[in-house]
């Protein structure tokens, strides 16, 4: 009887490293000699090995075991019944191969001027295709998303907010995904921002000029008083802690008061910015809620910040003729305080502004002197005396909420317990 297979061809998939068994089984073989083959190349004939790869070898009669397979594995393997004989059965291997990346640049540094374009780039192979995802380690991508597909991304117009760490991941299903990071440098020049650029203090005290200063390469700080370079003394400390730098000044004196400025450099520019440090009285914050209890009368309340006594106080207050369309502002009313006694940094006062009219809008300012001049003049201060109209009562409620956002934190259970006294008075 004619041999005939009892095995089918099939189609084999394994990963790099495994072992895999290609099933030849034939009935009545009897003379006839099973051979297989690779292309043009006869691995096995009968029983005996003709391949000198060691990772061939028949088991269990003529199935072919392939060990620790390697990517060039693939293709068709065929059993054969003798040569020329016609009679053959085929199998496909396909070798999976996890992903690996090559990066572009290799180094996985790149470096981009600000302003410019730069590209990063990931080449991943295995089998199947993989698939890349970009990522930016710790953040978002520049343009908002978590992550995006695609072997590269461009960035344009750069600023050092783009710099980062940003990471390319491939994955095909074949093993774990495999992540690798690039690290985008953004070259600029230095950039300053000044944590205050009025700095209030007093002689025998300790005063801090902070500057926040950003730049790659790293800038060089320094620090002027006027046009005069500064050094480090006893009683003057420059600190530099990551882009924070803070210059000390101990024990101050009236040599100390004047204009300071930061200045930084680096390779591609420099930059400067300006501070005061000052024994002027800070300007003044009010603290009383913008609306009154009486009908005719309003007691404002503020605090100025000075480590001298205060020395005279003013205060202006006027009427707002409101309207629509335009606020129509009255005459100034002019009154000289004199400042409280005690020897105390934070300045609360308080005057009762009286004969004013019911249910109208009013706006103050405060203005302080110490022995080393006047302070900037207060923000302009709106308040309200209560009117008879249901109108007047809902609009100050609105503007007591609006304030209650920013009111300075010392004053504010105070003006929550007048808020309330005056919505019962209201709705009573």
Same mark, same amino acid.
């Given at each position: 009887m004619?041999?005939?297979?009892?095995?089918?061809? #099939?189609?084999?998939?394994?990963?790099?490293?495994?072992?895999?068994?290609?099933?030849?089984?034939?009935?009545d073989l009897g003379s006839y000699v099973l051979l297989w083959r690779r292309g043009s190349s006869v691995l096995t004939a009968a029983s005996l090995m003709v391949t000198r790869d060691s990772r061939f070898r028949l088991v269990e009669g003529y199935n072919l075991q392939i060990s620790d397979v390697k990517p060039q594995d693939a293709g068709d393997y065929v059993c054969q019944i003798s040569e020329g004989d016609n009679?053959?059965?085929? +199998?496909?291997? !396909?070798?999976?191969?996890?992903?690996?990346?090559?990066?572009?640049?290799?180094s996985g540094q790149l470096k981009a001027r600000k302003g410019g374009t730069v590209t990063l780039e990931c080449k991943a192979s295995g089998n199947p295709v993989p698939s890349i995802l970009w990522t930016r380690k710790d953040n978002t991508l520049p343009t908002g998303e978590k992550?995006?597909? *695609?072997?590269?991304?461009?960035? /344009?117009?750069?600023?050092? +907010?783009?710099?980062?760490?940003? #990471?390319c991941t491939a994955s095909n299903g074949v093993g774990e995904p495999v992540t690798v990071d690039m690290q985008l440098d953004v070259l600029y020049p230095p950039?300053?921002?000044? !944590?205050?650029? %009025? @700095? +209030?203090?007093?002689?025998g005290y300790e005063a801090q000029l902070v500057c926040i200063v950003h730049g790659e390469p790293a800038p060089e700080?320094? %620090?002027?008083?006027?046009?005069?370079?500064?050094?480090?003394?006893?009683?003057?400390?420059? /600190?530099?802690?990551?882009?924070? +730098?803070t210059l000390t000044i101990r024990n101050v004196q009236g040599s100390d008061f004047g204009n300071y400025s930061c200045v930084a450099d680096n390779s591609l520019g420099r930059a400067k910015k300006y501070m005061e440090l000052s024994g002027r009285p800070s300007p003044a914050e009010f603290c009383s809620a913008p609306f009154s209890r009486a009908w005719d009368s309003y007691n404002l309340t503020w605090v100025v910040e000075s480590y001298p006594p205060l020395e005279e106080v003013r205060l202006l207050y006027r009427k707002l003729m409101m309207n629509e369309s335009y606020q129509n502002p009255g005459k100034w009313h002019d009154v000289i305080l004199k400042p409280p006694n005690g020897e105390t940094f934070a300045h609360v006062m308080?005057?009762?502004?009286?004969?004013? /009219?019911?249910?109208?809008?009013?706006?103050?300012?405060?203005?302080?002197?110490?022995?080393? *001049? %006047?302070?900037?003049v207060s923000d302009l201060y709106?308040?309200?005396?209560? *009117?008879? /109209?249901?109108?007047?009562?809902?609009?100050?409620?609105?503007?007591?909420?609006?304030?209650?956002? @920013?009111?300075?934190?010392?004053?504010?259970?105070?003006?929550?317990?007048v808020l309330v006294a005056l919505v019962a008075l209201f709705f009573l």
């Open positions: 004619a041999p005939r297979f009892l095995s089918r061809g #099939q189609t084999f998939r394994a990963v790099i490293g495994d072992t895999l068994v290609l099933p030849c089984e034939v009935e009679r053959d059965q085929i +199998h496909t291997v !396909e070798i999976l191969v996890p992903p690996s990346i090559r990066m572009s640049p290799g992550s995006v597909e *695609g072997f590269s991304i461009t960035l /344009e117009k750069v600023d050092r +907010h783009q710099a980062g760490v940003y #990471q950039e300053i921002e000044v !944590e205050r650029s %009025w @700095v +209030h203090s007093g002689e700080v320094m %620090w002027y008083q006027d046009n005069l370079l500064l050094d480090p003394t006893d009683r003057r400390t420059m /600190e530099t802690r990551g882009n924070k +730098h308080s005057y009762n502004i009286r004969n004013l /009219e019911q249910g109208s809008v009013f706006e103050a300012i405060v203005q302080a002197k110490n022995r080393y *001049g %006047w302070n900037e709106q308040f309200y005396t209560r *009117g008879e /109209e249901p109108e007047m009562a809902e609009r100050e409620l609105v503007a007591a909420s609006e304030s209650s956002a @920013v009111a300075p934190i010392s004053c504010r259970t105070e003006f929550s317990a």
